[in-house]
């Protein structure tokens, strides 16, 4: 029993490290793409595409948050599948806010880089 639970403890480091990993690849490469944009020679389709991945990325950080603050009780079990696919389930949510417009951020951000192209 002392083996599997050491086997258990490593695959949840390995897979809070991964998914630690995987957030800081996207924020670099949202990162990048957005300082190497020249908002003044993009096209508009690029400029509002930034920032829908700029919201989504915002929004599935929300996401994830607001999951941490959901207390839990000790009898009630993890669901495993929640555990594996839960930061897939959030980037969909996410996309899905975005291209329904609810919030509207991207379409303020972009509104926002356009009157500031000139400056």
Do not use: H, W
Not at 24 to 50: I, P, R
Not at 56 to 66: F, I, T
Not at 83 to 103: A, P, W
């Amino acid at each position: 029993m002392g083996q599997a639970m050491a086997i258990s403890i490593g695959a949840d480091y390995y897979l809070n490290n991964a998914l630690t990993s995987q957030t800081a690849v996207k924020a670099d490469k949202l990162s990048s793409a957005l300082g190497s944009m020249d908002a003044a020679k993009a096209t508009d389709e690029e400029l509002m595409e930034s920032c829908k991945e700029f919201e989504a990325y915002l929004v599935e950080q929300m996401l994830k948050g607001m999951e941490k603050t959901i207390p839990k009780d000790e009898d009630e079990e993890e669901n495993p599948y929640l555990e594996q696919f839960g930061d897939v389930l959030y980037t969909q949510v996410s996309k899905t806010i975005v291209e329904n417009g609810e919030l509207g951020l991207a379409r303020q951000l972009f509104e926002s880089m356009k009157r500031n192209q000139g400056l």
